[in-house]
T-cell receptor, first 117, second 111 residues
């Protein structure tokens, strides 16, 4: 099946620094990617929809200046957590749809565990 | 997306069939039923989806009631590796439609 690669898998940073998370579709093109965050023992919460060549669409309550999303190519979307603080510590997951299979399946990356000290 | 209701947790013995229920009483005619699962500290994994007919693939079977207000995911011979959180989601079949997760069912397979 389609593969979505997410990097890094784990990152620890100091408060105030920015962290970039990459999401790549390895064997297919993805015009749309989705970014989720997940707190321990909680469900996934959709943060934003990343659209290739255009601005991302953010869910209500998600700060677009805090979570910068760039989808510059059909195989890469990035999420930058700017000026990270301890409350931003979370599990971040990206997903992409393989248009070859139509609109059926969403494939997910393996996630990035962000810890802000 | 229509809301779904799932039991928060279930247990099943290894080797037995695991039957995970999902209620989606407000599902619309053009909404599909999807099942994903998430093993601890990993991204969710697609399992199966269907509209109104029962579906089966190499991972599981999906049984949808005739009125489509509920469904059951069946793992025919559960293994320890099937321990995960299982999410039942209903959504329209379109490119832009996002996937919104509920709380899911935490399935524990016991040896």
């Amino acid at each position: 099946g389609a593969v979505v690669s997410q990097h890094p898998s784990r990152v620890i940073c100091k408060s105030g620094t920015s962290v970039k998370i990459e999401c790549r579709s390895l064997d297919f093109q993805a015009t749309t990617m989705f970014w989720y965050r997940q707190f321990p023992k909680k469900s996934l919460m959709l943060m934003a929809t990343s659209n290739e060549g255009s601005k991302a669409t953010y869910e209500q309550g998600v700060e677009k200046d805090k979570f910068l999303i760039n989808h510059a190519s059909l195989t890469l979307s990035t999420l930058t957590v700017t000026s990270a603080h301890p409350e931003d510590s979370s599990f971040y997951i990206c997903s992409a749809r393989d248009s070859r299979t139509g609109y059926e399946k969403l494939f997910f990356g393996s996630g990035t565990q962000l810890s802000v000290l | 997306d229509a809301k779904t209701t799932q039991p928060p947790s279930m247990d099943c013995a290894e080797g037995r069939a695991a039957n995970l229920p999902c209620n989606h009483s407000t599902i619309s005619g053009n909404e599909y039923v999807y099942w994903y699962r998430q093993i601890h500290s990993q991204g969710p994994q697609y399992i199966i989806h269907g509209l109104k007919n029962n579906e089966t693939n190499e991972m599981a079977s999906l049984i949808i009631t005739e009125d489509r207000k509920s469904s059951t995911l069946i793992l025919p011979h559960a293994t320890l590796r099937d321990t995960a959180v299982y999410y039942c989601i209903v959504r329209v079949f379109s490119e832009a439609q996002k996937l919104v997760f509920g709380q899911g069912t935490r399935l524990t397979i016991n040896p």
